[in-house]
């Protein structure tokens, strides 16, 4: 079993009483044990009453820890003085779970490490004690170069109960190693990455037998970079439900961290009991990053890495990555040029789709009210030649539709019409796709009408403008009730494009039907199972 453990900073005499009721606060909500900081209290003269204080009225078990600045703490006094508290404590009436003392300090002089053994339960203790001891370890800058050693000097030391390690990530493939160290422990360890890269070995410390993880019971509360809260742990990332056969799922993107996906995903996989977890996966642009990162979980012998959504800017990278490594590509990711989905089968296989493509179809059929098959022959303008507008545009000529594209840089756009245009996809008619003048888009000849620009995006290049109006000049673009307009964009579900249309009595469609439904195509691939589409919804409001 591995404990959900909340660190407090306790900075004052007069903060112990809030703390105490943080502390059984974060019990009610799922911690089994409590980190008590007391860093900044162990300078007061009646620092030793306070801390039996709280270690008699904690809700649980407890860990005392007093952190010196050395080691990313805040205590800055004499050595003998902070050790001679714990002891007290130690050998006290109400004594603490744990003492964390950093390996550092126990090995600095062979004072500090009597007085430290003398506190502690172990096979040579005389006394009756039954305070264990956590010898621990930190490096905010890195991995340390002697990690190894260090994690050897711990666990060889006989009055050393629990080893603690913690680094500050420099990628991903840090916590592939603390998960190395988690498989290999000799004695009860905590091994934990600090820092945007860490957050996998601080979720999945059950899957590797972690003795612990820390949670901060509020936003910004956290002891540590990275520390997520308890509410994320328990209700995002379902804590409680990850052991050793739970797969790992995620997306990668740079940056990762703002996306939807891990809260669509999770309760997707809760709903239809599926033993996985999703995760953000920030991973730097450079395909070098992406090829070392994904190649190194992919090859991990127990991650049981099964698969990722991925984002900008590594949906090119994708295709690339299971080309190389001779994986199985999806006939319209190879028009498209990019894949927004990973599947690693259980047998190794890799596999690069892009559930976009389609989910645009679904999404235009489902607003029209029309079959796939009755697409073929209609005409389409697509706004837009990016990533996105390629796989519109993939979907389309797959369906027989003619497709006229307008972009704001013309050798985009005509690239993407040499790419697709007169290529056969299935059995549908060769590919019609050619580049259009912009005055072009107020022909009134298109009865489909797509954005598939980033303009209406809340927080992107144009929130407030109309792309349909950006790219005639603001002239009028016939729409009515024999127009489709389609927008991608899905922040803000009402774009100022679909306000205008459906004012204009055209039939509207926005972007997060599309969003989900590539979502639930992805989620299709990796479980067998439909995806929750209405709890989502939800979930999204
Ligand atoms: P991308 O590859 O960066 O392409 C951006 C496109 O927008 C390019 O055509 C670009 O034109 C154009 N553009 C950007 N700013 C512009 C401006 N100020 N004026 C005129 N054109 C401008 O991005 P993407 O991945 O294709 O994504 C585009 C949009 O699609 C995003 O807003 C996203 O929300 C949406 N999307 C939605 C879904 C969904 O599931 N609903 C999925 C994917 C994407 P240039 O070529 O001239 O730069």
Redesign the pocket.
């Known amino acids: 079993m591995t404990f959900l453990a909340v660190p407090l900073f306790v900075d004052a005499a007069e903060a112990i009483d809030d703390c105490l009721e943080r502390a059984r606060q974060s019990v009610a909500r799922g911690a089994r044990l409590i980190e008590w900081r007391i860093d900044a209290l162990a300078d007061d003269a009646d620092a030793a009453r306070h801390v039996e204080h709280l270690v008699r009225n904690a809700p649980a078990p407890c860990i005392v820890t007093c952190r010196p600045t050395s080691e990313g703490g805040l205590y800055d006094g004499d050595d003998t003085d902070r050790i001679s508290l714990l002891e007290h404590l130690a050998t006290g009436e109400h004594r603490p779970r744990y003492l964390d003392v950093e390996l550092a300090t126990y090995t600095r002089s062979e004072n500090l490490r009597q007085k430290v053994n003398l506190a502690v339960a172990h096979a040579k203790q005389a006394r009756d004690l039954d305070t264990s001891l956590i010898l621990s370890s930190h490096d905010f800058n890195g991995r340390p170069a002697d990690l190894l050693q260090r994690i050897e000097s711990m666990t060889k030391e006989p009055a050393c109960a629990v080893v603690k390690i913690a680094w500050l990530a420099r990628s991903l493939r840090d916590n592939l190693e603390a998960f190395d160290l988690l498989a290999e422990r000799h004695k009860p360890t905590i091994a934990l990455c600090m820092g945007r890269f860490g957050l996998m070995s601080r979720v999945l410390a059950p899957k590797f037998g972690g003795l612990l993880t820390f949670a901060a019971d509020r936003p910004a509360a956290g002891t540590a970079p990275g520390q997520p809260t308890l509410d994320d742990l328990n209700r995002l990332y379902r804590f409680a439900k990850i052991g050793r056969d739970t797969k790992v799922y995620g997306v990668i993107g740079w940056p990762a961290e703002h996306s939807r996906g891990p809260l669509l995903h999770n309760a997707a996989f809760d709903a239809v009991g599926h033993d996985g977890v999703y995760l953000p996966l920030p991973i730097p642009p450079e395909w070098e990053h992406f090829n070392a990162t994904v190649g190194a979980m992919v090859d991990h012998p127990r991650l049981d890495f099964r698969g990722a959504s991925v984002t900008?800017p590594h949906k090119e990278h994708l295709l690339r990555f299971v080309r190389e490594r001779g994986g199985v590509i999806d006939p319209l990711v190879d028009a498209i040029g990019a894949a927004n989905t990973l599947v690693v089968d259980d047998d190794g296989t890799l596999h690069a789709l892009n559930t976009?493509a389609p989910?645009a179809i679904e999404a235009l059929c489902n607003g029209m009210n029309t079959r796939p098959a009755d697409l073929a022959g209609t005409r389409a303008a697509v706004v837009?030649?990016?990533?996105?507008?390629r796989a519109i545009v993939a979907g389309l000529v797959a369906h027989g539709v003619k497709v006229v594209v307008f972009?704001?840089?013309r050798d985009?756009a005509e690239a993407l019409a040499a790419d697709f245009h007169g290529r056969q996809f299935g059995n549908a008619p060769a590919a019609h796709v050619v580049v259009g003048e912009h005055d072009a888009l107020g022909c009134g000849c298109f009865p489909i009408m797509i954005n598939?620009?980033?303009?209406g995006?809340a927080d992107?290049?144009?929130p407030d403008e109309n792309p349909f109006e950006?790219f005639t000049g603001g002239d009028d673009v016939p729409l009515d009730d024999s127009v489709t307009v389609f927008d991608?964009?899905?922040t803000p579900e009402r774009t100022p494009l679909i306000r205008e249309a459906e004012a204009r009595g055209a039939r509207v469609i926005t972007?997060g039907g599309?969003?989900l439904r590539?979502a639930a195509l992805q989620f299709h691939r990796w479980t067998g199972k439909d995806a929750p589409t209405e709890k989502w919804r939800h979930l999204l409001q």
């Open positions: 900008l976009d989910a837009g030649a990016g990533g996105a507008a972009n704001r840089s985009r598939a620009t980033s303009i995006m992107g290049p144009a950006a991608t964009v899905y972007g599309m969003f590539q």
